[in-house]
C-alpha cells in the first residue's frame, strides 16, 4: 500500500485489459490486421478505449516519478517517460481522422500525441535503464533497456518500410498490415513500462541502494 509503483503497475494493467478487451469484442467487426487500436475511440465505446489509455498513461506517470523519488531516474529519462504519459492523455482525449468524414483538427492532435508517446518511451527506457550505469544490474531494468532498443529498432523498421513503399509510390498505411504492426509496437512499448515499474518496485523491496546520487543523476 505504501509502495506507489505497484498501484502504477495496477493502472498499466488494467489499462492493457480494457483495451484488449474491446479489440476481442469487435472481433468480426473490426480487423485488427488493418485497423489501429484507435479506431475504438470512434465508436460508441469510445469511453471505454479513453477510460483504457488514461489508466496506462496514469499508471506509466506513477512508475516514472516512483522511479525518481528512489534516484533511479534523473532528469532527462522522468521527462520522456512523463512525455510518453502526456502523449497517451492528448491521443485520448482528441479521436482519430474518421476517414468517413475527413480529416480533423482532432485526429490531427490524436497523431502528434501518439507519435509524441511512442518516441518518447524508447528514449526514456534507453536513458533510465542503461546497462552502464553505476549500480544498474537489476533484471527488469535489464529488460528495460532490451525492450527499449527493440522499440527503437521497430520504430526504424517502419521508418524505413514506409520510404521504400514512397519511392514506389506507396502511401504508408498502404505499406504494411497497420493494426497489426501498430500493436505490435504498443505490446513492446508497454512491456517497456511494465519491466521499469518491476525495476523500481524490485529495488525498493530489495532494500538495495539508488544507482547514482541525486544531484549526479542527470539522466
Given at each position: 500500500m505504501r509502495r506507489p509503483e505497484r498501484w502504477g503497475l495496477g493502472a498499466v494493467g488494467a489499462g492493457v485489459v480494457v483495451v484488449v478487451g474491446l479489440d476481442l469484442a469487435a472481433l468480426?467487426?473490426?480487423?485488427?490486421?488493418?485497423?489501429?487500436?484507435?479506431?475504438?475511440?470512434?465508436?460508441?465505446?469510445?469511453?471505454?478505449?479513453?477510460?483504457?489509455?488514461?489508466?496506462?498513461?496514469?499508471?506509466?506517470?506513477?512508475?516514472?516519478l516512483s522511479l525518481a523519488r528512489?534516484?533511479?531516474?534523473?532528469?532527462?529519462?522522468?521527462?520522456a517517460l512523463l512525455a510518453w504519459s502526456a502523449g497517451l492523455l492528448v491521443a485520448a482525449s482528441f479521436p482519430k481522422h474518421d476517414w468517413s468524414v475527413g480529416p480533423s483538427l482532432s485526429g490531427s492532435i490524436h497523431r502528434a500525441g501518439s507519435l509524441v508517446a511512442f518516441l518518447s518511451l524508447p528514449l526514456a527506457a534507453l536513458i533510465i535503464a542503461r546497462p552502464w550505469r553505476r549500480g544498474v544490474r537489476h533484471p527488469a531494468s535489464l529488460a528495460a533497456f532490451g525492450l527499449g532498443v527493440c522499440?527503437?529498432?521497430?520504430?526504424?523498421?517502419?521508418?524505413v518500410l514506409v520510404l521504400v513503399g514512397a519511392q514506389e509510390g506507396l502511401r504508408w498505411w498502404q505499406v504494411m498490415p497497420l493494426g497489426l504492426v501498430?500493436?505490435?509496437?504498443?505490446?513492446?512499448?508497454?512491456?517497456?513500462?511494465?519491466?521499469?515499474?518491476?525495476?523500481?518496485?524490485?529495488?525498493?523491496?530489495?532494500?538495495?541502494?539508488?544507482?547514482?546520487?541525486g544531484a549526479k543523476n542527470l539522466a
Open positions: 468480426g467487426e473490426m480487423d485488427p490486421l488493418r485497423r489501429t487500436i484507435s479506431e475504438h475511440g470512434l465508436t460508441e465505446l469510445g469511453w471505454v478505449f479513453g477510460l483504457g489509455v488514461v489508466l496506462l498513461a496514469v499508471g506509466s506517470a506513477v512508475i516514472g528512489a534516484r533511479l531516474a534523473g532528469a532527462v529519462g522522468t521527462l522499440s527503437v529498432l521497430y520504430v526504424v523498421g517502419m521508418g501498430e500493436r505490435g509496437l504498443a505490446a513492446v512499448e508497454v512491456a517497456t513500462v511494465a519491466a521499469l515499474g518491476f525495476w523500481a518496485a524490485g529495488r525498493k523491496l530489495a532494500g538495495t541502494p539508488p544507482a547514482e546520487g
